[in-house]
Every structure is written in C-alpha cells, then in structure tokens.
C-alpha cells in the first residue's frame, strides 16, 4: 500500500519530468502511495542565472560581483575531510563549458580544479570530489568555452555554502507530481530544519507536500534529516491506512494527510513545509 524512501538524484532536474516521475505515478495509479524525503540541501545548493560583469569568465555569485562562495563561510576555515561538489546546466548543444575551482584566499590561488565531465539525461555535469587539508575554502565557477548564457545549478556534499539558494533545493524524486514530498520539522525549534530541502520545482509547483518529525529517538541513536522524516509521515499513512474499513486511495490518503496537518510557516500550503506538520 505504502512505499516509502529517503533517498535523493541531484543529477535529475526537479520539474517532475524525470525518468523517475512515470515509475512513481504508475505505482500510484496501482493503488500505491510513495512517500520521499525532500532533501537536505537548503545550506547547500546555489542556482541562477551565469553574470561576469567584468568580462573575465569568473562567476559572480550576487549583485556585488563577489566571485567566490565561502565553505562554510568566510569567516570559518573548512575542515579537512572530503570535499564534493557538482556543477549542472543544460544540454543544449551550444559548447558551453564551465569548471568549478577551489580557492584559498590565504594563498590568493586555485588549489583544485574540477575534471571529471559527465552528462546526465537533462545535463552537463562538471564535478570536483577530493581531499582537503583544514584551510580556508572557496568555489569559484570558471567559464571556459561556448556561450557564457547558462543558468547553473551548484550543489555540496555536505558542506554548507555561505551564501546558498534554499529555493528548488528539493531533490528528486521528492518532486515528482505522484510522490509526497517530505520536509524536516524540529519540534524543538517549532520550525523546519534549516537544512531542509525547499521549493517550489523547476516547473514552479509548490513542493515538498507535507513535513514530518525529525530528530527521532530510537535505541541508542537519533534519527536526524528528511531520512527520519519520511518514514515518519509513511508511519502515520499505514496507521490511516488501516484505521479505515476500506483502503484509501493514494490521492485520498494524500488529501487526509494534507488536509489534518498543522500548518507552521505561512498560511496555507507552501513551498517550505508542504501543507504542514502532519498529525497523527
């Protein structure tokens, strides 16, 4: 009856249009509900238009011309340990090229550059996945060929980003029209979780669908992320599920869960919480 999964694609655009989309709604019209966590990249994603006001094929992140993206921000020096990082924009036939480089400001020098180039159904992917020493770190993104024209979307693993794009963070398949979309609620803060995944899509639905508990105690562990709260809401569902004489269809079971939720950011559904807190 209930599928459940906290699992995220970055290489997949969130307009619900992906390869994972069909699967998902046909599960649906199966009588399946599938239910997935949004994501947990609010602090870690950056998306919007290339600028290079100045004409040397540097990015510039803000309307300050600031070429550089902090790690985790310009006043903390990035721990050592692994340092992932993926650069998407459309294929669109043009040449267009682009790298991200790794920048310590104390040395005024790009240390790593990206090398590895993939495409993926949507896109051309440039990713950089190294070592670090504890030192300051910032992205750069390095335009190198074909027009300079591309919206870009940069993503982190896990490290944060000092000046992120929280909006259309949700990974898919959270995304897809047929799925349930789950954000993080910290019932300590009274809000979701910073990190989150927010919307709207790509194709500016309002996603993620409905938020669930994070920070779960269980055993000996705390269950934290949209990975704890998506088999939350999938554990409420079953207990709707099966509180009725007959199973609910997928879209009645989601109208219940949207329709008892308790709504915490603004009112009504948004693109931060769904339609709110669900309530068992």
Do not use: M
């Amino acid at each position: 009856d209930i599928v459940v999964t906290s699992i995220g694609y970055p290489e997949l655009d969130d307009d619900g249009q992906h390869l994972l989309a069909q699967p998902i709604a046909s599960a649906q019209a199966n009588g399946i509900t599938y239910i997935n966590a949004a994501g947990n990249s609010r602090q870690t994603h950056w998306e919007g238009r290339f600028i290079d006001t100045n004409g040397n094929d540097a990015h510039e992140f803000n309307n300050n011309g600031d070429e550089r993206q902090c790690t985790p921000s310009c006043n903390v020096t990035a721990p050592s340990g692994q340092f992932f990082a993926v650069l998407d924009w459309k294929r669109e036939g043009d040449g267009s090229e682009y790298q991200i480089g790794l920048y310590d400001p104390s040395t005024e020098s790009v240390f790593r550059l990206s090398t590895e180039r993939f495409q993926t159904q949507d896109n051309n992917r440039q990713v950089i996945n190294t070592q670090i020493t504890q030192r300051p770190v910032d992205i750069i993104i390095i335009h190198t060929n074909g027009p300079a024209n591309d919206r870009l979307e940069l993503q982190t693993y896990p490290r944060r980003l000092e000046d992120p794009t929280g909006n259309s963070s949700i990974l898919p398949p959270a995304d897809a029209p047929a799925s349930i979309g789950v954000a993080a609620y910290v019932r300590a803060d009274k809000q979701t979780a910073r990190y989150s995944s927010k919307g709207p899509t790509d194709n500016n639905r309002i996603a993620p669908t409905v938020t669930g508990y994070t920070n779960v105690d269980i055993s000996d562990r705390t269950f934290t992320g949209t990975s704890a709260a998506a088999p939350h809401v999938a554990g409420v569902a079953a207990l709707v599920e099966s509180a009725t004489v007959e199973d609910q269809s997928p879209g009645e079971l989601r109208a219940t869960l949207e329709i008892t939720a308790d709504d915490i950011n603004v009112s009504g559904r948004d693109t931060v919480s769904g339609a709110g807190v669900v309530n068992a």
